[in-house]
């Protein structure tokens, strides 16, 4: 079993260092791990720090103008050999210490969305869905599964929060 893990970058020089530090060093057992940034023709500085990366175990694509997000994520996922997928934000809005957490239970019992948050934990829901809605308290919790175009398994990502 393979873990990609997609980066989408844009103007990210201050943190793209660190955040690909810690996924190379995330704990994810026995699963191997690839790592596929993208960057979205950023600006900042970004792009060069990029360049001066030697580390063959990082695949870095950049983009020749500003697509988005959404593109920056499809770029990666074409270029994804993994039967897992994780989206991880170059801000490091979410931490890859988590990431064992959200494919143990696809490596275990074979669910098809994981959903991670602090205040519920690990949801897992045996159902694929284009959009699952979960209230608690006065939060909302919405999950976008999207799906590999070659495994046509799960895209882990993390649980969005909204106060209502």
């Known amino acids: 079993m393979k873990l990609s893990i997609l980066i989408p970058a844009y103007n990210e020089k201050e943190t793209i260092k660190e955040v690909l530090r810690r996924v190379k060093n995330a704990d ?7 790592i596929i940034v993208v960057d979205d023709f950023s600006t900042d500085g970004t792009i060069e720090v990029l360049k001066t990366l030697d580390d063959k175990n990082i695949k870095i694509i950049f983009h020749e103008k500003n697509y988005g997000k959404g593109h920056a994520i499809r770029t990666a996922l074409k270029h994804s050999t993994g039967d897992i997928i994780i989206i991880q934000d ?4 979410y931490n890859p210490e988590d990431y064992y957490k ?11 969305i994981v959903t991670l948050s602090s205040s519920i934990g690990v949801v897992l829901l045996n159902t694929m869905s284009d959009a699952v809605i979960l209230k608690s ?8 599964l999207l799906l590999s175009p070659q495994s046509k398994l799960p895209v882990v990502s993390y649980v969005k929060q909204f106060h209502v």
């Open 137 to 144: 308290s006065k939060l909302v919790f919405i999950k976008i």
């Open 90 to 93: 170059a801000d490091l809005e």
């Open 102 to 112: 959200l494919i143990e239970p696809i490596l275990k019992i074979g669910v098809f």
């Open 28 to 34: 994810i057992g026995k699963t191997k791990k690839e």
